[in-house]
């Protein structure tokens, strides 16, 4: 079953990303260090197997630096 955005959103925060806004439904998420993140779609909308994988990898990124 796949996450929801909100899902994702509260896995980044939780990890350190800040919310820099953005256009429509995109989100800008950035973290110190310097991960950049975009996720797209409503809070309640299921998240895509790319963006489940893309935060993944953002979040070793970041624990690796």
């Keep these: ?10 896995i ?4 350190g990303f800040k919310n820099r806004g953005g256009k429509g439904s995109h989100r800008n998420y950035l973290h110190p260090k310097g991960a950049k993140v975009t996720l ?8 895509l197997i790319y ?5 993944a990898i953002k979040i070793k990124e970041v624990e690796q630096i």
Excluded at 40 to 47: H, M, N, T, Y
């Design 1 to 10: 079953m796949p996450k929801k955005i909100r899902e994702l959103i509260r």
């Design 12 to 15: 980044l925060e939780k990890n």
């Design 51 to 55: 963006q489940e994988k893309e935060v």
């Design 40 to 47: 797209s779609g409503k809070l309640g909308d299921d998240a």
